[in-house]
């Protein structure tokens, strides 16, 4: 049994929901019970989507699926498309791209990289880390960033601009393009086009580093705070190339144990399927995936930046290896499990993408204009990919009829699922416990799920304003008070007694 | 560089949160046609984000154009200033908070700003606009097609109604 995942009885416990998660991709909501001593019986995050992908998947042709998967997210349609393209590259028989292809391939995917971890360091995390957890929410947004720490904002909104630009030169469009098809791509890239893609890049790496530094210095200003804050030994999976180097792109599955040692060195991720299970819970809609030798309780692990950044033996990036280095030694011989360490290993990530882009820029065989192949065709496919959350795994089975059979995807976010629900409870424990509940305390727990940077959508888009709502209900259910923030950032409290 | 900026925004799947897009577009093609549309830079999204504060350097005239719910009918034109306290949700930030952060960005004033609110009736998820918002595009493209002609902070500010409360 997990620890505080089942109360040992809910009578005279009250009940404390953050609904929704804000500042993340996507609805989700925390729940805790509470004596009246305010003593934590049971932390749960809970996922309140309900994605219907693999089923309306089905019986569709094959190579419309690459470009429908695309509106399962609005951050990260670039994995979707690359791991379902990965996937109908086996269907087809395209056993290897064309040079030209899958170099395009890898400078749309580093592109998303960078816009992706952009946009939550910047716009997502860094009001917590800049302003503090517990500032004036009405201020606590990437526009009281701006209005703090302008040139900081400003680099953000550039640096996610420039990772947009490169999904359009190479996709045709920022969001939902068809760069990728199975076999290959569809557009061949300009001279111009590259060009414009090496102006400013210097400048951008600059900032990267920046950012790192940034970052490095929190820790180093606080290191008793970043480095216990919501810290718990973990598996971790990432995907890593033939010599060890991170790839974001493709590569096997490396599993590690909490202490660093490997689980499964190198494992083809085309068997998944014999050594991944999924858990399924009553109070979520996400499933648990574990390690199936290892059983739910030891078998589960964390993927995406904190994970990958540890699981691989360097980063093939010089800036960006030497980042990772200095990130490392904190853990003095141990991997590092603090969850805000998944921010500095991020900005490392992005640094790398951005010296990856850079790399591919210099490469000939970008401009090349053999861009699809195709062979024998096969019945099934498995393609995975990094996607800026972490391990993406796309599998299809198509009938002669060229129709999708069976679909089955396990997305980033899914595979942090206990670890994220590990990380509220021990926030948790850590800050609320016996504590009296404020707004600043609970953004505690947020801040752990930010920290994953959880893509909760994945189907659904959130419409509408994004307040936050916290209610105290008696062990009736009863409600006793409701404290709002309206979409002004302004609080709101309604007392029911009386 | 263009020196007019004109930024529309809204989901065309909402039915009429659509009429920014579509007078931005309808706008486009009658400019093209007449030869004036580089005079222009033109922006569409679904909602207004803090990026949007970088479209404002060098510009020496905006208009933001967007579809609004109990605002006045046909539409309301109106000069906009900059938030003293700006702010932002995940899913909406206003024209206002925009401007502030431009000026906090470069340190210096931003343009005159101007907003054109076409009323809508109908945000439910649909395509399509409905009978009454079509009626007020038709009347906010002959309206906008008239700013354009005469791009001026004078002229529009002439044009204008005063903001509402």
């Known amino acids: ?498 | 560089m263009a020196e007019v900026l004109l930024t529309a925004w809204g989901n065309t799947s909402r039915s009429d949160d659509a009429l920014g897009p579509s007078l931005l577009q309808r706008l486009e093609a009658w400019a093209s046609s007449l030869g004036i549309a580089e005079r222009f830079e033109w922006v569409e999204d679904f909602q207004l984000q803090i990026d949007h504060a970088l479209n404002l350097e060098g510009k020496t005239l905006a208009l933001y154009i967007d579809a609004g719910q109990d605002t006045a009918a046909p539409f309301s034109f109106f000069p906009l200033v900059p938030l003293k306290q700006p702010w932002h949700t995940t899913h909406a930030m206003p024209p206002e908070s925009v401007l502030a952060v431009f000026e906090q960005f470069s340190q210096k004033p931003a343009c005159p700003s101007f907003m054109l609110c076409l009323k809508g009736e109908d945000f439910e998820i649909r395509e399509g606009l409905s009978a009454a918002a079509q009626n007020h595009l038709e009347l906010g493209l002959a309206f906008a097609q008239t700013l354009l002609k005469n791009p001026t902070p004078e002229s529009w500010l002439a044009l204008a109604h005063p903001p509402p409360p």
């Open chain 1, 1 to 498: 049994m997990l620890e505080l995942e089942n109360a040992k009885t809910t009578q005279g416990l009250r009940r404390i929901a953050i609904d929704p998660v804000s500042r993340v991709e996507g609805h989700g909501k925390v729940t805790l019970l509470l004596d009246e001593q305010n003593k934590i019986h049971q932390v749960r995050l809970h996922i309140v989507e309900f994605r219907g992908f693999e089923v309306f998947i089905k019986g569709r042709p094959y190579w419309e699926v690459p470009v429908t998967v695309q509106r399962l997210c609005g951050i990260c349609p670039v994995s979707h498309q690359l791991a379902a393209c990965k996937a109908m590259d086996v269907i087809i028989g395209a056993k290897q791209l064309t040079p030209t292809a899958e170099k395009l391939r890898r400078l749309m995917h580093y592109g998303q990289t960078v816009q992706s971890h952009a946009v939550h360091f910047y716009h997502l995390a860094s009001p917590d880390l800049l302003l503090g957890f517990d500032s004036e929410v009405a201020q606590r947004n990437i526009v009281g960033v701006a209005m703090k720490y302008p040139d900081i904002a400003k680099q953000g909104i550039l640096l996610r601009k420039y990772g947009q630009e490169v999904i359009q030169h190479v996709a045709g469009k920022r969001i939902h393009g068809t760069g990728a098809i199975p076999g290959g791509v569809n557009k061949a890239l300009t001279a111009a086009e590259r060009d414009e893609m090496k102006k400013n890049l210097p400048q951008l790496i600059e900032w990267a580093q920046g950012a790192i530094d940034l970052v490095q210095r929190l820790h180093e200003e606080n290191p008793a705070f970043y480095n216990s804050f919501g810290q718990f030994e973990s598996n971790m999976m990432g995907m890593v190339r033939g010599d060890g180097a991170l790839d974001l792109y493709h590569g096997d599955l490396c599993v590690k144990d909490g202490k660093g040692k490997p689980i499964f060195d190198r494992l083809n991720y085309e068997t998944y399927t014999q050594v991944l299970r999924e858990e399924v819970k009553p109070w979520s809609y996400m499933k648990f995936p574990y390690i199936a030798e290892l059983g739910p309780e030891k078998g589960w692990y964390k993927v995406g930046p904190l994970a990958r950044v540890q699981t691989c033996d360097f980063i093939p990036s010089p800036l960006a290896e030497a980042a990772r280095q200095r990130m490392l030694a904190i853990g003095n011989g141990l991997p590092v499990h603090s969850t805000l360490t998944y921010h500095w290993a991020r900005i490392i990530e992005l640094l790398h993408g951005l010296e990856v882009i850079q790399s591919l820029l210099d490469d000939p065989d970008l401009l090349g204009k053999d861009l699809t192949v195709k062979g024998e065709r096969q019945e099934e496919g498995v393609g995975v990919i990094e996607a800026p959350r972490g391990v993406l795994i796309h599998h299809y089975k198509v009938n002669e009829d060229d129709q999708v059979t069976m679909c089955n995807l396990i997305v980033s976010t899914t595979h942090n699922n206990q670890a994220m629900n590990t990380a509220v409870r021990s926030v948790a424990m850590q800050y609320l416990d016996r504590r009296v509940i404020s707004e600043g305390l609970l953004n505690h727990i947020e801040c752990a799920i930010r920290a994953y940077d959880p893509c909760l959508s994945c189907a659904t888009h959130a419409l509408g304003k994004m307040p936050l709502q916290v209610e105290l209900l008696d062990a009736e259910g009863k409600l006793l008070s409701r404290l709002r923030r309206d979409s002004l950032g302004e609080l709101h409290t309604s007392d029911m007694h009386g």
